[in-house]
């Protein structure tokens, strides 16, 4: 070896040292409890799934509205194979694993029990509460009513732990019994609801709202990136007690929460290209959704401007010359490409923004997946800002990176 190559190998051997240490440094961000979000393999956008999903999406919000007069717990469940971001938590001692839906549209816990023997329950993970010397009993019966069928259960109190932040005395509902539902091809086992207190069936205090109480976490905030072109084993993060800023660009934009029951706010403008279509419109933060739902009138404007039908579908050749979606916040414009919401399938398009008989905008993955969003419960306001698209050292892993390294090296060398 001759000694400028020694020399030039031992360079590329301290700079790689560098990197690796500046990059495992960069994710140790203090005080934030990841927890990696996974996303459904089965995840396949068609018209069908859309339709279906918008329908869904329809009653999970008319029955939530319900619920503050009926008082009985009302919580969605996807059935069908849209985006699903889930992650893994234990219920119980010694830990009973589940995979749960991170739903900033709810506020309660839900999961299957032993005692279930319907279909759906069979196909999941259940909880055995005399497996758990930390439950105790409460009993207070619930019902919950979705689409086609319905769940029942009870509540109950254990040890919930999430990103190994251990919540005790967490309320929760054990369903029993489950009736005409498709919760068979759901891919989580249940929901953790994480919007406020207010949207809480039966009173029961969210997750979130006992992990500050028990001083679990530092700050009362938690922060969602959800990953572009993200796969089932690495959808994202969800991290609680800050926000970790190499996942975005720039800084954050605030905006406080208009109505703390679901994560509301109230925009400046939203447009498509240079089209207003909406001043002043309430929208709800929603990680339990994969698209954009408008209100009516909205929506109807949207649609002249493709000649869409009512479920969104129109001809088109390419999303490529098409506006963009631009939503204005604090006077800070976020845009979607037409690629992210407009779904093609040969000379067919679909509009990813779809309505449903609602007054306010609720923003789910095809904005959430964009833009980074911090909720911060104690301000009781948003932060959004655009995801890192550049991805991080840490994230490359260290063929990559030795890969790289030994490239540009050989470039170096023979130059
Ligand atoms: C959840 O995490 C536990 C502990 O790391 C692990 O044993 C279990 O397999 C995980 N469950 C799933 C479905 O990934
Ligand atoms: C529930 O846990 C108890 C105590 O560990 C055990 O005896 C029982 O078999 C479990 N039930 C089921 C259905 O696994
Ligand atoms: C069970 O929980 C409900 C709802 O939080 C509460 O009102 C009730 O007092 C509890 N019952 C018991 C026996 O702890
Ligand atoms: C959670 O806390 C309870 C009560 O302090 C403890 O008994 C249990 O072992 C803890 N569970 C986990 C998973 O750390």
Not at 5 to 15: D, E, H, N, Q
Not at 273 to 298: R, Y
Not at 370 to 380: I, M, P
Request: with cysteine; charged share 10%.
């Amino acid at each position: 070896m001759s000694s400028q190559l020694t020399a030039m190998v031992a360079l590329l051997a301290l700079t790689l040292t560098l990197l690796l240490a500046a990059a495992s440094e960069a994710s140790k961000v203090a005080g934030l409890h990841r927890i990696a979000i996974n996303r459904s393999p089965k995840f396949q956008r068609s018209q069908k799934a859309v339709v279906a999903e918008r329908d869904l999406v329809q009653r999970k919000y008319s029955r939530q509205s319900l619920s503050q007069d009926l008082s009985y717990p009302v919580e969605p469940l996807s059935n069908y194979n849209n985006y699903q971001y889930y992650g893994n938590i234990s219920i119980g001692t010694p830990p009973q694993y589940f995979l749960v839906q991170f739903d900033t549209g709810s506020s309660n816990l839900w999961i299957p029990s032993v005692s279930c023997t319907s279909g759906g329950c069979a196909d999941h993970q259940t909880y055995n509460q005399s497996a758990s010397s930390t439950y105790q009993a409460n009993g207070t019966y619930f019902t919950i009513t979705y689409g086609t069928g319905s769940v029942s259960g009870y509540l109950s109190v254990d040890s919930v732990s999430v990103g190994g932040l251990n919540v005790s005395n967490q309320k929760f509902g054990q369903v029993s019994t489950e009736v005409g539902t498709n919760f068979v091809d759901a891919m989580f086992d249940g929901i953790l609801g994480m919007a406020f207190p207010a949207l809480a069936a039966d009173g029961v205090v969210p997750v979130f709202q006992n992990m500050i109480s028990q001083g679990l976490v530092v700050n009362s905030v938690f922060s969602f990136y959800l990953r572009d072109q993200g796969t089932t084993l690495n959808g994202g993060e969800l991290i609680l007690g800050g926000s970790d800023p190499s996942l975005y660009r720039g800084g954050l934009t605030y905006v406080p929460v208009s109505l703390p029951a679901y994560w509301q706010f109230i925009t400046d403008s939203i447009k498509i290209g240079s089209t207003v279509v909406s001043v002043g419109d309430a929208a709800i933060a929603d990680t339990g959704t994969s698209l954009i739902i408008a209100p009516l009138a909205e929506f109807d404007s949207i649609a002249a401007i493709f000649s869409a039908d009512s479920n969104g579908v129109f001809y088109c050749t390419s999303t490529r010359s098409m506006p963009d979606l631009v939503i204005t916040i604090q006077g800070v414009e976020f845009r979607i490409s037409a690629s992210y919401y407009v779904e093609q399938e040969g000379s067919t398009c679909q509009l990813l923004i779809q309505s449903i008989n609602q007054d306010f905008w609720i923003l789910g993955d095809v904005f959430l997946g964009r833009f980074y969003t911090e909720f911060d419960v104690g301000n009781q306001r948003l932060g959004f800002a655009p995801v890192n698209g550049a991805f991080s050292l840490s994230e490359m892993g260290l063929w990559k990176v030795l890969g790289l390294a030994i490239t540009w090296g050989l470039w170096r060398w023979k130059n």
